[in-house]
Nanobody
Framework: QVKLVESGGALVQPGGSLRLSCAAS????????MNWYRQAPGKERELVAT????????NYADSVKGRFTISRDNAKNTVSLQMNSLKPDDTAVYYC?????????????WGQGTQVTVSS
């Protein structure tokens, strides 16, 4: 059974930091590109950060570049998102996503999401 379980969401003041974690099971984690998405109320889900299968390359949305860092541990089947200098605009539900492509087929797995609220 495939599972992605996020944790670490919380209420934090502007300028603060949070670390989100995602624990994966039920699939070959090291074969999947891992992503963090977020969705704020009334907005579409947006891609926040991506890390390649071996962790050698990362990519970030412009809105979080320089503040967020994605990392993964293939031995522990986990992916994390370190979020610093948080802003109210970062308030959203954050989702962990695993993605791979086999020939022409895309496979995507999603977690249930964790709420991050940035407010004073």
């Amino acid at each position: 059974q495939v599972k992605l379980v996020e944790s670490g969401g919380a209420l934090v003041q502007p300028g603060g930091s949070l670390r989100l974690s995602c624990a994966a099971s039920g699939f070959t984690f090291s074969n999947y590109v891992m992503n963090w998405y977020r969705q704020a109320p009334g907005k579409e889900r947006e891609l926040v950060a991506t890390i390649t299968t071996a962790g050698g390359s990362t990519n970030y949305a412009d809105s979080v570049k320089g503040r967020f860092t994605i990392s993964r541990d293939n031995a522990k089947n986990t992916v994390s998102l370190q979020m610093n200098s948080l802003k109210p605009d970062d308030t959203a539900v954050y989702y962990c996503n695993g993605h791979t492509r086999v020939v022409t087929w895309d496979y995507d797995y999603w977690g249930q999401g964790t709420q991050v609220t940035v407010s004073s």
